[in-house]
């Protein structure tokens, strides 16, 4: 894709050049994404003539010498889980009221526009962050940019398939059990999963409450730095956001893994049968890079890894069918039926085992902070496999797999997910770096030293090359 | 005899959903049924002895909101 930038810094260094404007910019995205959202199916709706208002106001701030900082000028897109007032909320499903946020921000949206950001439009997701792709709701059906017949993951694969096809140089994404890490892990790119409460979630629809996050998605490590100093601090319409300072993100990027302490839990997360050996022998690389770069590396142990994922899936979908319960109950065959599948499965759990679910998640917590005492971070797959085929892919038996992502949101730490290597298909390869609370920064900065060193994250699927061509 | 070892999920998923108020077709029936015994081991599976004590993760904070969430300040009562 030469005719464009590849990342969101390199498009904001040329806007700050002159090498570009914010409309050209945008002008080539909602070209791009003419022509390939027919095929892969990232957006529910394009905002062309908002987006390029947006745009020549941004062109209007740089004439005029106004610098609001990276995101300015940069055509962008969000989950169409979120509220935009300039578009319908449908949580890519026929059963949301269509009233849900309209006319209004969530905070994350209000401060992209605020920063100059260019939101092009709202991604595809699986239905209420939770289905698989369903053709029987009409809605679009996502396809991963590197083989149309695999999945893109779930649920935020429109900004997935969008940030890894270059329809748009950065998004946001939400994840409750792994729904930034998984499409960044199967389309090719970087996503970040953020410490609960990092970024306000309000004027998003609710999957688990415990549990969401909403975080960004780009190219590079550094481009989500860029995108999280804007999303990331309290907002008083979100009780659950953090006070916490927002560190500058930027500045911690320092290329360096000298002395970053690295645990590698062997047990659970690379010793089960279902791990793709080319998934376990791509992290092991990477971790064996990073050594090289000055970090120490050291096994840690996780015991009660596989409970965590069950708690974690109890705790989510309980919340998720009190949030539901009603719609299900008079409207069950306009869900998916795949998501109603689901959902549904919070009614066969009791009420004390969901609160046992959360007195384990205080067990567990304590376990991983006393692992990670004198660690910076831990380093896994994100997943098992690369992407699967989708037509291969069965949530009943998914339920019995190991799962490495949804742990982390029970016990509220951030997780980057980065490319670390491609398998024989050739499909993106994936590792996850887990971090203390509120460390993203340190993440961050681990994730773009390691991509400094790499050019995982910067390959571009062949049919995002030929259109760019 | 444990919980997971209850001698038929059929009626105990059945009843479970229509005390949610949730009807679904035989064929999703069957589905849920299939891995009810998964879903009920693994929620017994927490039921471990370190957790014996531990407090549960629930917060509930008696403050009122600073603010109320962005299109729901219509309703609020202000004295």
Redesign the interface.
Known sequence: MPDLPLTLLDAADALRAGATTSVELTRGFLARIERLNPTLGAFITVTAEQALAAAAQADADFAAGVDRGPLQGIPLGVKDIL?TQDAPTTANSNVLDRAW?A?????VVARLRAAGGVILGKLVLSEFALGMPDPDTGFPIPRNPWDLERSASGSSSGTGIAVAAGLILGGIGTDTGGSVRGPASFNGHTGLKVTYGRVPK??CVPLGY?LDSIGPMARSAADCAAILQVIAGHD????TSSRAPVPDYAATLTGSLEGLRIGVPKAYFFDAPELDPQVKDAVLAAVDRMAAAGARVREVELP?AA?AK??N??TMVSEA?AYH?QD??SK?TTYGKFT??ML??G????AS?Y?????????F?AEVARAMADLDVLVTPTGLTAAEKTGEIDP?KR??WPSFTGIWNLVGLPALALPCGFNDVPLPLSMQIVGKPFAEDVLLRAGDAYQRLTDWHLRVPPIAAEVAA | MQPSQAPDSAATVRALLTAQGISVSDEELDRFVAIYPHVRAAADALYIPEVRYAEPALIFSADWPDAPPPGSAEGVYRA
């Open positions: 509220a946020g006319g209004w921000d969530a905070p309000s004027g415990t008083p319409s979100d009780p009660h409970l069950e708690a899936t109890i069918l319960r299900l109950a069950w109603r599948r549904t499965r009614a066969l759990y009791t085992d609160v046992q679910a959360q007195r384990f998640r205080s067990f917590k009943d339920l019995l």
